[in-house]
């Protein structure tokens, strides 16, 4: 009798475990399906995506990043393609959907050699090198930048939100992008350096996206803490305090025991010396405005509007900061240091309402390093989308400056580094130039993509592109408006070369990352989060 063999099972039950090709296949594809969801977003005539949460917000938007992050991504190798997506945001603020595509694409053109059995490691290490070669071919046809070249900044911003929801607004919003990033620029060793958090970005919803400015200065939604306080301050000295200007409460648990009625009206007479020292003290600094990081007390803010100050409390460490940046005050911590060399100067500070809401105007800030943009528009999904347009044009402005290097959009970039990974891959010999000739294929997606979103032939154009580019135009792109070619350059379509660096490194190493796994193992379900069935731990939308 033959002896029956025990199977043994080394993964808990209910553990998925798919293998070699069908592994590989599966990531692809994953990987593939978040690419063609934010394609058709992708340049001046691209489209939006609405996306409606469990709750029924809606949220409606053009921004690669944005979509991919409320789509609450599952699949583990289309997780790995959102974190492209975020490196690029946070790395530059754009180009978010030219990096999605582009790894999207690269998977797709690596499928095409596995099925001709070339070895995912080789394919691996043909990308490496083309995405090598690609880098140092962009550093070398990039044109320099300086901050005194304002119109060219403009043009990069105005590219960044060209098919964005601020579109019709975008040589107003451009001056201010450019602007605002000139106005925080830091000079480190001899480099300009862009902190953007420096740039706070407040958004209000009414009047038209016309409607929004640059503050020189801080915009706070903060109200004045007193109705007798005055609603404008000029050639304000502001104190800003991180300290509470209240009677401190003793620290453990303390019973005042009083015999008299006397007692208790000299104790309440104590309390009201303690305030009113602590608003002398920082008025004998000079401070007619006053930002406090804590509380004020009611008391104290009826002696401040005596002495004609004006107060704002519980201001966020954040927004301290970035005062402490626009009008050159230090943040004090305690009182009986606040003397008038820790003032900053401002040259209006004011109250206003805009929209439904108290808000203060900190501005006219001699030479301020933080800086406020107050965007409007006519709804709130529309004051949210042209945000995140401005950040977009923000992003790019502040990458040029940094690497002081642009190249031209349209499509140029990508047929001119296609074109040449294709004369690389003719000096290599073995399997890996098949690699560089795929990824030069896949970089040829761009302006494909281009071209289709704009209801063009992409066959007709890639074809037209690619002969322009063999008679040495570098920077032939695509007009999506005419569909005729033209000199994107000399139209004014730039980019920062670090949108496209980024979008290359990270894509390419993202699918190498990809193309390596032959295995994936999915352990089972917790047991403690019931059948299927149920409902997930808050009561709703749990695994279905």
Known sequence: MAQQI?????????????????????????AKAVSETVRTTLGP???????????????ITNDGVTILEEMNVEHPAAKMIVEVAKTQEDEIGDGTTTAVVIAGELLKKAEDLLDQDVHPTVVVRGYRMAAEKALEVLNKIAEPIAEKDTAMLEMIAMTAMTGKGAEKAKEQLSKLAVKAVKDVADLKDGKLSVNKDNIKIEKKVGGAVEDSELVEGIILDKEKVHP??????????????????????????????????????????????ILRDKVEKIAKSGANVVFCQKGIDDLAQHFMAKKGMYAARRVSKSDMEKLARATGAKIVTSLE???ASDLGASGVVEAKKVGDEDMTFVKECKNAKAVTLLIRGGTAHVVDEVKRAVEDAIGDVASALASGKVVAGAGATEIELALQLRRYAGSLSGREQLAVNS?????????????????????DVLTELKSQHDKGRKWAGIDVFTGKIMDAWKEGVLEPLKVKTQA????????????RIDDVIASGKSESRGPPSMPGPEGMGGDY
């Open 45 to 59: 005539k691209g489209m939006d995506k609405m996306l409606v949460d469990n709750l029924g917000d809606i949220v």
């Open 6 to 30: 025990q199977p043994i099972f080394i993964l808990p039950e209910g553990s998925q475990r798919t293998t070699g090709r069908n592994a590989q296949r599966a990531n692809i594809m994953a």
């Open 504 to 515: 290359i490194s990270s894509a390419s190493e993202v699918a190498g990352m990809i193309l």
């Open 228 to 273: 007798g306080m005055a609603d404008v301050v000029r050639n304000a000295r502001v104190a800003l305090i991180d300290v509470a200007v209240e009677v401190k409460s003793t620290e453990t648990e303390a019973k005042i025991q009083l015999t008299d009625p006397n007692q208790l009206q000299g104790f309440i007479d104590m309390e009201e010396k």
């Open 439 to 459: 990824f030069a294929e896949a970089i040829e997606i761009i302006p494909k993509t281009l071209a289709e979103n704009s209801g063009l032939d992409p066959i």
């Open 337 to 339: 240091d606040l003397s």
